[in-house]
Nanobody, 121 residues
Framework: QVQLVESGGGLGQPGGSLRLSCAASGRILSINDMGWYRQAPGKQRELVAA???????NYANSVKGRFTISRDNAKNTADLQMNSLQPEDTAVYYC???????????????WGQGTQVTVSS
């Protein structure tokens, strides 16, 4: 079984910072792309940031210059550093990863359970 567990959410102030962490555990052979998505109330889930195994990154326009995604391939973790927070960043944030568990099976896409981020003064 593979699990993605997020941590680090909570209440942040406008202009402040929060850091989210995602740890993948279980029977993992390799992890390809990892990413962070978010879903605000009444809205569709959207990509926030993604990172390849080699470190190439991709960001939503709304967070460029404010958020930074990073990963540690040895630890199977991915972090999202969120700076200059805005009330519009309020959402449930989900970790996502493409994981191979066996050379006999194709890689699958996994989701974490989500962590709430609320930006408010």
């Amino acid at each position: 079984q593979v699990q993605l567990v997020e941590s680090g959410g909570g209440l942040g102030q406008p202009g402040g910072s929060l850091r989210l962490s995602c740890a993948a555990s279980g029977r993992i052979l390799s992890i390809n792309d990892m990413g962070w998505y978010r879903q605000a109330p009444g809205k569709q889930r959207e990509l926030v940031a993604a990172i390849t195994r080699g470190g190439s990154t991709n960001y939503a326009n709304s967070v460029k210059g404010r958020f930074t995604i990073s990963r540690d391939n040895a630890k199977n973790t991915a972090d999202l550093q969120m700076n200059s927070l805005q009330p519009e960043d309020t959402a449930v944030y989900y970790c996502n990863a493409d994981i191979t568990t066996s050379p006999l099976f194709p890689r699958r896409n996994y989701w974490g359970q989500g962590t709430q981020v609320t930006v408010s003064s």
